[in-house]
């Protein structure tokens, strides 16, 4: 059985193994591969990995021996799952190994934008405290989380992982979501509407998947609906927010400040307007990727082939 790993460097870049997917077939890794290599090196391969590289109905029509996909990632919009289904390829993705790290960066992007711990040292560093007549100085507002309002959008595991944390840092939490559990709400956390939620959230974090119904969800017009000074968190998809509409809410003032670790084309580009905007933070799509959390994505990819080897397949998103 041949096993093909189209773009491995994302998920190892050396510091885990490969030897549990030895165990089911002759195995290549490929570090990235453009699109045009693509059948070229997928020819032969009955198992397919791919994490960012896309799979489309053209290719699935010219890879005759293909028989299943698997995602290194839980978002599978890379891959035509419909085309693969019309093909007999099952399809499966990677659930919930990033919520702990992903929620995680969702405060240490909050908390930046709180503090602008980074500024402050490097203030330091240039010999401002050193030549400041007081004995503190800061160069942006400070901000107290205790009391204030977190919206959340999108409420499955990582959006209930990023509740827990805003509730231990004293902060109340609106989530909206297509599906509710009441059960996890309390006298700190309950389900808003989407207008009620942007209107009355002093941060609104994003951590829903991205559909057509939630592209561009974040506009113009939703950000006029809230407060005068909120910041909003992007750990999910890009597309989810209209960046143009963002970047001129940061330069107004509209919103106080943003911080993304996803943006509409990844890697960003040099007209991404929020590279010009005010107070705003962007980091390049790593909340996912702490070792720990690589080394579960790893391991439940291990797991879904064997399940899938098996006959007994799980984590099937196109079934």
Not at 85 to 105: C, D, L, M, R, W
Request: proline share 4%; charged share 25%; net charge negative.
């Amino acid at each position: 059985m041949k096993i093909v790993v189209l773009d491995g460097y994302a998920l190892n870049p050396g510091d885990l193994s490969w030897d549990g997917l030895k165990e089911f077939g002759e195995l290549t890794v490929y570090d990235r591969t453009p699109a045009d290599k693509i059948e070229e090196r997928a020819a032969d391969a009955e198992i397919l990995l791919t994490n960012k590289t896309p799979l489309s109905r053209e290719i699935f029509g010219r890879l005759t021996r293909l028989k299943y996909v698997g995602v290194l990632a839980t978002g599978y919009n890379i891959v035509d799952v419909e085309a693969a289904k019309e093909h007999g390829v099952i399809v499966t993705n990677v659930p919930a190994y990033s919520t702990e790290a992903v929620a995680q960066f969702t405060f240490a992007l909050l908390l930046e934008l709180c503090h602008h711990v980074g500024e402050h040292d490097a203030a330091v560093r240039r010999g401002e405290w050193t030549n400041c007549t007081d004995f503190s100085f800061w160069k942006h507002p400070l901000v107290e989380l205790a009391g204030k309002t977190m919206g959340i959008i999108g409420f499955g595991r990582i959006g209930r992982a990023v509740a827990g944390i805003a509730q231990a840092m004293g902060m109340k939490v609106l989530a909206y979501s297509r599906h509710r559990d009441a059960s996890a709400e309390n006298d700190r956390l309950r389900y808003a509407e989407f207008n009620e939620l942007l209107a009355e959230s002093d941060v609104i974090s994003l951590h829903c998947p991205l559909f057509e119904s939630t592209r561009g969800m974040i506009d113009k017009k939703a950000i006029e609906k809230m407060k005068d000074g909120v910041f909003i968190i992007n750990t999910a998809r890009g597309p989810l927010i209209v960046e143009e509409d963002l970047a001129q809410a940061l330069n107004s003032g509209k919103v106080a400040g943003a911080a993304v670790d996803v943006v509409s084309k990844e890697p960003i580009t040099e007209d991404n307007p929020l590279l010009r905007a005010k107070n705003c933070i962007i980091t390049p799509h790593i909340a996912w990727a702490p070792k720990e959390a690589r080394e579960r994505l790893m391991k439940i990819t291990v797991e879904n082939l064997a399940s899938y080897i098996s006959g007994k397949p799980k984590n099937v998103v196109n079934g």
